[in-house]
């Protein structure tokens, strides 16, 4: 099992910026944990769940939304096994609640924005204010 415990939320004004973090522990059985899918998936009321971005922990392959591509940023720390999420130009429309998510992945893998995770943190809230 892991455990993922997510910081960073906030309330911002359009235009401002957040980073996220999720802190992993654990293991996925059959898997190493550079052998995983760490990502971000958001929900708000009356939205569907939404896939962030995704980044493979050996492949180091990314896949960021479609909404969010050319603001958003993920990365890993590898010897902390600490994912982040720096966010910029927030919009009000990314207001939602941001879980940190893993799943196994096999080596070399990649990630999608759309993969169903194994592994779902608490969540932090992303409040953005026009």
């Known amino acids: 099992l892991v455990q993922l415990v997510e910081s960073g939320g906030g309330s911002v004004q359009a235009g401002g910026s957040l980073k996220l973090s999720c802190a992993a522990s654990?293991?996925?059985?059959?898997?190493?944990?550079?052998?995983?899918?760490m990502g971000w998936f958001r929900q708000a009321p009356g939205r569907e769940r939404e896939g962030v971005a995704f980044?493979?922990?050996?492949?180091?392959?990314?896949a960021y939304g479609d909404s969010v591509k050319g603001r958003f940023t993920i990365s890993r720390d590898s010897a902390k096994n600490t994912l982040h999420l720096q966010m910029n130009s927030l919009k009000p429309e990314d207001t939602a609640m941001y879980y940190c998510?893993?799943?196994?992945?096999?080596?070399?893998?990649?990630?999608?924005?759309?993969?169903?995770?194994?592994?779902w943190g608490q969540g932090t809230q992303v409040t953005v204010s026009s």
């Open positions: 980044i493979h922990t050996n492949s180091g392959s990314t």
């Open positions: 654990g293991s996925i059985s059959g898997y190493t944990d550079s052998e995983w899918c």
């Open positions: 998510t893993v799943r196994g992945s096999p080596w070399g893998g990649t990630c999608a924005t759309d993969d169903i995770s194994d592994f």
